[in-house]
C-alpha cells in the first residue's frame, strides 16, 4: 500500500523559476489536499479539490496553482518561485466527505535562494 | 474565524510518565478532530480520528478525547517511552464546509528522557 506519494523529497530553486510538486494516491480518494508548513507552525491550506476537474482556493493559495485530471493525480505548480515559498509541502487525501480520515504524504522540502 | 491552539509548545518528561498534550478551538462547529504524529523531517501519522458525536477514541496507549462545548480535545499518553518523541499536531475538521480541509494547531514537540 503506497497510499499518498509525493515527490521530489527535497528541492532548490532559484528565485523566478517554476516547478511541479507531484502527489498521486492509490485509494481511490475522491477529495485531495495541499498544505505547507513552515518552521514552528502549523499546516496551512493552499488548495483542495473534491473530484476530478473541481479544485479550489484555500488558506493561502496566492503563487500556485493546481489542477486534477484524474482522480490519482494532484500536482501543484510553483510559478515565479519565491522566497516566501521555502517551506515544506504536504499532500493529503481523504476518501470523502467531512469526517473522514486525512492521509498524508511525506512531504517536499522546497528552499527558494 | 476557527483558531485552533496547542499548549504547551515544547514538553520534556522522563521515561515511564504519564502526560497529556491539550488542544483548544475557538468555534465548536466542527466534523471530527484528528490527533497527527509527526516526526521529524516526516509525513504525519494519524493517531487517533474522533467523529464530532464522540466523546473519545483510544488506540493502544493513547486516549484522545473531545469536549465541543469547552471547545477542548486531550491526547493522553500513558506510559511514555523514548520513541515517543515527536511532534503532535491536532486538526480540526472545517465544520463551515463539506469539503474535509483541516485546520491545524502549531504542535507540541515531545522529548521522552531515557
Known amino acids: 500500500n503506497a497510499g499518498v506519494t509525493q515527490t521530489p523529497k527535497f528541492r532548490i530553486l532559484k528565485i523566478g523559476q517554476s516547478m511541479t510538486l507531484q502527489c498521486t494516491q492509490d485509494m481511490n480518494h475522491n477529495y485531495m489536499y495541499w498544505y505547507r508548513q513552515d518552521p514552528g507552525m502549523g499546516l496551512k491550506l493552499i488548495y483542495y479539490s473534491v473530484g476530478a476537474g473541481i479544485t479550489d482556493k484555500g488558506e493561502v493559495p496566492n503563487g500556485y496553482n493546481v489542477s486534477r485530471s484524474t482522480t490519482e493525480d494532484f500536482p501543484l505548480r510553483l510559478e515565479l518561485a519565491a522566497p516566501s515559498q521555502t517551506s515544506v509541502y504536504f499532500c493529503a487525501s481523504s476518501y470523502g466527505r467531512a469526517g473522514t480520515e486525512a492521509f498524508f504524504g511525506q512531504g517536499t522540502r522546497l528552499t527558494v535562494v | 474565524k476557527q483558531e485552533v491552539t496547542q499548549i504547551p509548545a515544547a ?42 458525536s464522540q466523546r473519545e477514541q483510544t488506540s493502544g496507549r493513547l486516549n ?43 504542535g507540541t514537540t515531545l522529548q521522552v528522557k531515557p
Open chain 2, 11 to 52: 514538553l520534556s518528561v522522563p521515561e515511564g510518565e504519564n502526560l497529556v498534550l491539550n488542544c483548544s478551538f475557538t468555534d465548536s462547529a466542527i466534523y471530527n478532530l484528528q490527533w497527527f504524529r509527526q516526526d521529524p523531517g516526516k509525513g504525519l501519522t494519524s493517531l487517533l480520528l474522533i467523529q464530532s
Open chain 2, 64 to 106: 484522545a478525547s473531545l469536549d465541543k462545548s469547552s471547545g477542548r480535545s486531550t491526547l493522553y499518553i500513558a506510559a511514555s517511552q523514548p520513541g515517543d518523541s515527536a511532534t503532535y499536531l491536532c486538526a480540526l475538521g472545517d465544520g463551515s464546509s463539506n469539503t474535509g480541509k483541516l485546520i491545524f494547531g502549531q
